[in-house]
């Protein structure tokens, strides 16, 4: 590449870097006062590009028009943001942050079906920005106006942003929430409004970085996982709760990603590096890498993502007399469903469904309940899995069973590698990392077209033919079961106590010889082979597989269920599959806006069982059985 066009992707870079630190910036100011990891921050930023759209058409003839249209259109974000603040998020400060993640997750799902209500379902190209459609001479080249107009707002908002925190009382105010809340609401600061204000910014900041990308590029419905997956990376590179290193980190990862662009193809000992198709994974591996050598971030502290230790959970106890009955009643009416398909024909393919994502989401809980370790990326074990199988069955010609058996074990080979990085990390950078590995693995994925299929996925994954039909049922029902057998009983042996001794107190736990780290790398392993067989059954269960089964929307599945079932229960997981995908099968099937039905019911639930289905289950059950001891104390002579 020449000079100048080496040039023009530098200044690409910094244009990229300065929208993706108006969204960060919001995002990391939210989690600095609130601790809210706001996964609907991404919606936010969608909205402000379709709400500029939209009043842009109307006035934004001129100049002043179209910057008042932008204008208009963060603030008014900046009004939803507070009014979701005072509606919603209020209600749960005081919940565990995994319950908070799920309540803005909820968010998403309503915000993206509003928008196809309000928008509909086409992409919405803007106009571009009158008096700056031209372009510069650059060298021999022309570079376009507008991305100077787009270098130049990054650092003019890091620059109001600076004086507004360091040169106010407001600004004061909100430093002084991130170091101490307690301490703040002790003075006498009325913390309500304050965090209303901060999320009120921290939302309009995401409608501005969505508004100017207007002449850019076309708002779309799928902008929203698509932002904040970019925000968080942004954020936990800099470190959670800074403003400036959310603009380093923005750089950063903007020029890496530019530098990919310019270089090209090249040739290195004859081998082809396409280094343009390493844009999807650029961010990712930076993360990583800056995680593993500097896990709070290049401008953080350790204790900025920290917050109020939780006290321990109350220790798991083994399954009831009660409890096992209905265990065992309910794998009986799973056995004998296959049997009324004549009366509902369906019911065996949702229950299908529903049996394979218990077994995903109980991989998930081993690691989140008794090992304490929270992951955004465990679509990366699943997915390997899935692939495993079908390469396997269709690459390396083995017999179905036999690919059914080994595609565990290749995502627990994935798992292994992971885990040894991921264990160094705790809270929120153990799970961003977790993300960043799994991102790395679907951008893999996505572009292996010759390997993995690519967009395209593989299809003609079947089970062999004498496993078709109930067969292949009663084989997951089989698989599902003994899972879940051997996953309770690894919980109550002695590798079980040790995971949930170094969750609870690591320091007395290496202090009394366990090997707190290795203990967690082997739980990690263990949760991805588990993950890894779901995996391998879904993509035979559906014939066809692809990047999807990577993704991050399949990783907060698994999240979702999880938290809606509760973490502090064994059964938590297995509750929380079947009414995750029973809603997402009625939700699809009664309406067209499906995601904001299942959002509500999400939203519900959260509200209405802040410790999750078989939480809430197991404390009915402990008042029931404490009032009949007291009943029966009353009767005893």
Partial sequence: MDLTGFLA??????????????????????????????????????????????IVERIGATPLGFWAGILLAALAVGALG????????????????????????????????????????????????????????????????????????????LLLLWLLLTRTRWGTLVRAATQDREMLGALGVNQAWLFTGVFALGAMLAGLGGAVQLPREA?????????????????????????PGAYAAALLI????????????????????????????????????????????????????????????????PATPALKALGLAVLLALAVLPRLAPWFPYAPVLALDVLIAALYALSLHFIMGPAGMHSFGHAACFGLGAYGAALLLKSAALPMPLALALAPLAAGLGALLFGWFCVRLSGVYLAMLTLAFAQIVWSVVFQWDGFTGGSNGIIGVWPADYLSGDAYYYLTLALVAASTVLLRRILFSPFGLAMRAGRDSPLRAEAAG????????????????FAGLAGALAAFSKGSIGPDMIGMGKSVDALVMVLLGGVQTLAGPLAGAAVYTVLQDMAIRATDYWRALLGLSILLLVLAFPQGIAGYALRLAQRARAWRNGEARRAAP
């Fill in 514 to 529: 366990i090997p707190v780290k290795r203990v967690q790398w082997a739980a990690f392993t263990a949760a991805g082979v």
């Fill in 82 to 157: 507070a009014l979701l603040e005072i509606v919603l998020l209020r209600r749960i400060y005081r919940a565990p942050e995994l319950f908070q993640l799920l309540a803005t997750f909820a968010l998403v799902l309503i915000i993206n079906d509003a928008t196809l209500w309000l928008w509909g379902p086409e992409d919405l190209l803007g106009r571009r920005a009158p008096g700056l459609t031209g372009a510069v001479k650059l060298l021999d080249r022309l570079y376009p106006v507008y991305n100077l107009v787009l270098i130049a707002l990054g650092p003019l908002v």
């Fill in 254 to 317: 903007a020029e890496t990603k530019a530098l990919c662009i310019g270089l090209g193809v090249v040739t290195v000992a004859g081998v082809e590096l396409a280094f343009p198709k390493m844009t999807l994974v650029a961010e990712f591996v930076v993360m990583a890498l800056v995680l593993v050598l500097r896990p709070w971030g290049l401008l953080g502290r350790p204790q900025a993502a920290a917050r109020n230790p939780a006290p321990p959970e109350p220790p798991l106890r």
């Fill in 219 to 243: 708002a779309s419905l799928g902008l929203d996982l698509r932002a904040i997956g970019e925000a968080f990376v942004i954020v936990v590179v800099g470190g959670m709760g800074s403003i």
């Fill in 9 to 54: 992707q530098l200044l690409n870079g910094l244009a990229e870097a300065s929208s993706l630190f108006l969204v960060a910036a919001g995002l990391s100011l939210i989690f600095g006062v609130t601790r809210i990891v706001n996964f609907a921050h991404g919606s936010l930023y969608m909205l402000g590009l379709y709400a500029a759209y939209s």
